[in-house]
């Protein structure tokens, strides 16, 4: 099992940026998907996580109305609209594949991790 993760970047405080999470060997439409993120110094967090049967998304209180997570089951992608982004927004994204049909927020529940992006988010 493979997942991908792209799109970090530099950005500037009020930008948006779009992460996107391409999985491969592993049956995409019967896994629910997560973002995380570890800022230097901290652990990692959830920030959001759809599932894969009806595609309810979750999101952590500190990204909820800036981002927005969703699915394409035909490219076995997972993305994340990041917009309003603010300096504490900085930090590798990881994205994760969870078998469960209800994504976890604990990043103990996920099977599968891909690498990591980076963003960076200046004053």
């Known amino acids: 099992v493979q997942l991908q993760a792209s799109g970090g970047g530099l950005v500037q405080a009020g930008d948006s940026l779009r992460l996107s999470c391409a999985a491969s060997?592993?049956?995409?439409?019967?896994?629910?998907m997560g973002w995380f993120r570890q800022a230097p110094g901290k652990e990692r967090e959830f920030v959001a996580a759809?599932?894969?049967?009806?595609?309810?998304?979750y999101y952590a209180d500190s990204v909820k109305g800036r981002f927005s997570i969703s699915r394409h089951n035909v490219k076995n992608s997972v993305y994340l609209q990041m917009n309003s982004l603010k300096p504490e927004d900085t930090a590798v994204y990881y994205c994760?594949?969870?078998?469960?049909?209800?994504?976890?927020?604990?990043?103990?529940?996920?099977?599968?991790w891909g690498q990591g992006t980076l963003v960076t988010v200046l004053q």
């Open positions: 759809v599932g894969w049967s009806n595609g309810l998304t």
């Open positions: 060997g592993v049956t995409f439409n019967s896994y629910a």
């Open positions: 994760a594949a969870d078998r469960r049909d209800i994504p976890g927020r604990s990043s103990r529940a996920y099977d599968y």
